[in-house]
Nanobody, 125 residues
Framework: VQLQASGGGLVQAGGSLRLSCAAS????????MGWFRQAPGKEREFVAR?????????YADDSVKDRFTISRNNAKNTVYLQMNSLKPEDTAVYYC??????????????????WGQGTQVTVSS
């Protein structure tokens, strides 16, 4: 199983980025795909996740829900995180994960068995 995250970069506050997570190596229809982030000196935290089969999303909180959108493209086996109205506090390494053995709402780091390498997002003020 391979997860390849991409799309990070440097952006000014208020700008947008779209992260991609390309999945390969197996069928992911029974998986939940999640995005987490880790800022320097902080623990990895949940951002958003989506059920591959239904496309049902779940977000960490209203601040994320109002600005970020998680989606997936079945044909491309890719999950996206569209991030708008970015803030300096969104600066972190963003990781995508795939999990199949967790429970609702699937927000725990430990519930994801497979991880991508991470992509850096830096938001300048």
């Amino acid at each position: 199983v391979q997860l390849q995250a991409s799309g990070g970069g440097l952006v000014q506050a208020g700008g947008s980025l779209r992260l991609s997570c390309a999945a390969s190596g197996r069928t992911f229809s029974s998986y939940v795909m999640g995005w987490f982030r880790q800022a320097p000196g902080k623990e990895r935290e949940f951002v958003a996740r989506i059920r591959w089969s239904s496309g049902m999303p779940y977000y960490a909180d209203d601040s994320v829900k109002d600005r970020f959108t998680i989606s997936r493209n079945n044909a491309k086996n890719t999950v996206y995180l569209q991030m708008n109205s970015l803030k300096p506090e969104d600066t972190a390494v963003y990781y995508c994960g795939a999990g199949s053995r967790g429970t609702y709402p699937y927000t725990k780091y430990s519930e994801y068995e497979h991880w991508g390498q991470g992509t850096q997002v830096t938001v300048s003020s």
